[in-house]
């Protein structure tokens, strides 16, 4: 690979890494050689037949030992580089926080470790690629969440041009965050191609998946509560260490180090915020990738809820209660939070009322003071969380210089029915179904008659991929103004066809009127008819239109996850009785997806709780290789739950819709891991660290017994 100046990469965090191994091996795992074979039986006796000679060095596994003084320095490739240290970040106002706690009355403190985990798609990372010798043209068919931004990279680091390269991400199954880095094998699998003149394959198996493509998690967080004694929030300070793994490879935003960490108020208006952030290599497989999750706002939300039921305990009140007291009021959005968002909208009262309601927390309350006093261990868990999606508005948000915007092109057809492009990469949400149906609201075109592309370069138009709940934010926006585009075109078309001024011209559902005569109408079949046979002089033929929409804000959607548990004394065994998510993503589009989208988020978010663990031993050897060791939730340990929902439109989205694809995964973990320590929390228990296995919760209980 050196040969052909491909030894190494660029990351989407403007780090490098290595594509197979030319120095040192840096993480079990790591891709060292590459055999090309007819066939994949072949390339593995192959593979059997190469020998490597290590020689072992110390590894680094946590990044509290990377960061030691006399720590071996695992990037030795980068010049200049003479520690671990990959970056240091801070947010918000440390003069005013230090102030507010100097203040405080009661300061409540919790070190917590999100661990790390996978997001383990059933499908894994492949491509084929496929470069013509003849023409030149490559085309990469690949498990890509970001085609776009991946075909600009090639360009750079190959030196093709980019019209000569297409990459084609059709149904790739899941994603989860898992497919939106760069891998080794995508380039070793088309520099291949490009030697041998033909298309070459590379797929992953399981095990590979899971030992070395992007984790994600892996913070070590600390965080501080000041309040007064009725249980005003004053202020909040976190401080937390990112174990990064051997290259600093996710796709954070450019400006923001720990992704949008910084959201980590949460739903509470507090006066004062300061957070600070320090990232280590590891020799670990490259982490941080956002498992259906904004750029980090799991880590932040699992952190400020966990914190705010142990300050509830320590003030001797209600966790739903000091929550109410310190939620930002509905009065107060546009809301600007100390670290400098602007939540857009939000009604977290009426959230958790509601959640409060279904779940029946009051009577839950005293069944649980009466399972106590017959020796039963129940806890009720609350999360109010607050999700940031839409990454972005190009002033913030960029990934390697690319502005974080999306484009949607729609093309009606003389006879109606239309095509509609998206920028955007679909893993299984639906897009087909949603964003069709935001081109019939706008246009009145039957959703059946909208065939929706996605997932190719050559035949979409620009954008930076389907992650961070963004596409409906942002592709979904772009969508919505491009039909609003055309239709304005299309009034023009039903003026002339109705013999009246533009002006004259009304829309509605699937159709133009004339203001006043509502039988004078023609339908968007009609004038789409016109716009190629029987248009004005002087008018382009046509009715198609491209839209980029730049978003003037994110969304913030938010709710209250309720869960009750139950837990045996004897064994730690831990069994969820209930679960009810009250979400608020704005407009529901299509009501059936959105609960779909929750009930996933949802059990991935109680496997993270309760099951899911990457961990390693002391030579850095990878110890959830597979799912008998890795284990994720089936049907048998996943809870059933209960929905409900509040609607509080965005104001900035063109149809008032805020993203909802992880708002489950980011919400739910603390709900689950609040309702153990609930049941637990008057043996004075305060933390048991994720995944809560029934070993650590007997233990817990064993040490408090003491
Ligand atoms: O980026 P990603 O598609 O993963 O997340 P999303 O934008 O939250 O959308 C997930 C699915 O839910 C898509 O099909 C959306 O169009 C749909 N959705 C909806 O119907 N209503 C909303 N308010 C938000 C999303």
């Known amino acids: 690979m050196a040969q052909h100046n491909l030894a190494w990469m660029p990351t989407l965090s403007y780090d490098t890494q290595a594509v197979l191994v030319t120095d040192k091996v840096r993480f079990q795992g790591q891709e060292v050689a590459a055999v090309i074979a007819e066939d994949p039986y072949i390339a593995k006796d192959a593979l059997e037949l190469i020998e490597v000679d290590y020689e072992p060095l110390e590894a680094i596994v946590t990044p509290q030992r990377a960061l030691e003084e006399n720590a071996p320095v695992i990037r030795t490739d980068k010049d200049g580089v003479t520690d671990n240290h990959i970056y240091h970040w801070e947010s918000g106002d440390k003069d005013a926080t230090d102030k507010a706690f100097a203040q405080a009355e009661v300061v409540v403190a919790l070190d917590t470790f999100y661990p790390r985990c996978h997001p383990a798609p059933l499908e894994t990372c492949g491509c084929v690629a496929?470069?013509?010798?003849?023409?030149?043209?490559?085309?990469?068919?690949?498990?890509?969440?970001?085609?776009?931004?991946?075909?600009?990279?090639?360009?750079?680091?190959?030196?093709?041009?980019?019209?000569?390269?297409?990459i084609v991400s059709p149904d790739i199954?899941?994603?989860?965050?898992?497919?939106?880095?760069?891998?080794?094998?995508?380039?070793?699998?088309?520099?291949?191609?490009?030697?041998?003149?033909?298309?070459?394959?590379?797929?992953?198996?399981?095990?590979?998946?899971?030992?070395?493509?992007?984790?994600?998690?892996?913070?070590?967080?600390?965080?501080?509560?000041?309040?007064?004694?009725?249980?005003?929030?004053?202020?909040?300070?976190?401080?937390?260490?990112?174990?990064?793994?051997?290259?600093?490879?996710?796709?954070?935003?450019?400006?923001?180090?720990?992704?949008?960490?910084?959201?980590?108020?949460?739903?509470?208006?507090?006066?004062?915020?300061?957070?600070?952030?320090?990232?280590?290599?590891?020799?670990?497989?490259?982490?941080?990738?956002?498992?259906?999750?904004?750029?980090?706002?799991?880590?932040?939300?699992?952190?400020?809820?966990?914190?705010?039921?142990n300050a509830a305990y320590e003030l001797g009140m209600d966790p739903a209660e000091l929550r109410k007291k310190n939620f930002i009021e509905k009065a107060q959005f546009p809301y600007e939070s100390a670290t400098g968002f602007v939540y857009d909208s939000g009604d977290y009262h009426g959230a958790m009322d509601l959640a409060l309601e279904k779940i029946g927390y009051e009577e839950l309350r005293k069944e649980q003071a009466e399972a106590r006093a017959q020796g039963k261990l129940y806890g009720v868990g609350l999360a109010s969380f607050t999700e940031v999606v839409g990454a972005g508005p190009h002033k913030d948000y960029d990934i390697l210089g690319l502005k974080m915007n999306d484009g949607a092109e729609l093309r009606i057809h003389p006879t109606g029915k239309a095509i509609l492009k998206i920028s955007c990469q679909t893993q299984g949400q639906g897009h087909e179904t949603t964003f069709a149906q935001i081109v019939a609201e706008e246009l009145g075109i039957q959703p059946e008659d909208i065939k929706v592309m996605h997932g190719d370069t050559d035949n979409t138009p620009y954008g930076l991929g389907t992650y961070a709940s963004r596409s409906t934010p942002t592709s979904g926006a772009a969508t919505a103004m491009v039909a609003r585009r055309v239709r304005e075109k299309a009034r023009k078309l039903a003026a002339h066809l109705l013999e009246v001024s533009e002006e004259d011209i009304e829309f509605a559902k699937d159709r133009f009127f004339v203001k006043g005569a509502p039988d004078r109408a023609k339908t968007i079949q009609e004038v789409a008819f016109a716009a190629y046979t029987n248009f004005?002089?002087?008018?382009?033929?046509?009715?198609?239109g491209v839209y980029y929409y730049d978003p003037p804000n994110l969304t913030f959607p938010f709710g209250t996850y309720a869960v009750a548990v139950e837990v045996d004394p004897d064994t730690g065994e831990w069994k969820v009785r209930r679960v009810v998510a009250v979400d608020d993503c704005g407009v529901r589009i299509n009501p059936m997806i959105v609960e779909g989208q929750i009930h996933g988020g949802l059990a991935e978010g109680f496997g993270i709780a309760a099951m899911q663990l990457i961990t390693f031993d002391e030579s850095g050897n990878c110890i959830g290789s597979n799912f008998m060791d890795y284990l994720l939730p089936t049907a048998w340990e996943t809870p059933r739950f209960e929905l409900g929902e509040t609607v509080t439109p965005s104001p900035h989205h063109p149809i008032g819709a805020k993203g909802v694809g992880e708002s489950a995964t980011v919400g739910s973990p603390a709900a689950y891991v609040n309702a153990v320590i609930d049941a637990l929390a008057h043996l004075g228990i305060r933390n048991i660290d994720m995944p809560v296995t029934s070993a650590k919760v007997w233990e817990a209980i064993q040490e408090a017994g003491r």
Request: charged share 20%; proline share 6%.
């Open 536 to 544: 004005p002089d002087g008018m382009e033929p046509g009715l198609e």
């Open 173 to 309: 199954g899941g994603g989860f965050g898992n497919k939106v880095p760069v891998y080794p094998g995508y380039v070793v699998a088309t520099a291949a191609s490009l030697l041998l003149g033909r298309p070459v394959k590379w797929i992953e198996d399981r095990t590979e998946n899971l030992i070395s493509t992007g984790f994600a998690r892996d913070f070590h967080m600390h965080g501080e509560l000041a309040l007064r004694k009725d249980g005003t929030m004053l202020a909040l300070r976190t401080s937390l260490l990112a174990d990064e793994g051997a290259f600093h490879a996710d796709a954070q935003p450019t400006k923001f180090k720990v992704g949008l960490f910084h959201i980590v108020s949460g739903s509470y208006d507090f006066p004062a915020v300061h957070v600070s952030a320090d990232g280590a290599y590891t020799n670990k497989a490259p982490g941080g990738v956002a498992y259906r999750c904004s750029f980090r706002v799991t880590e932040a939300s699992y952190l400020i809820e966990r914190l705010v039921q």
């Open 130 to 166: 496929d470069i013509n010798p003849a023409t030149g043209q490559a085309t990469i068919y690949m498990t890509s969440q970001a085609p776009h931004a991946i075909r600009t990279v090639f360009a750079l680091v190959a030196g093709l041009p980019e019209e000569k390269i297409r």
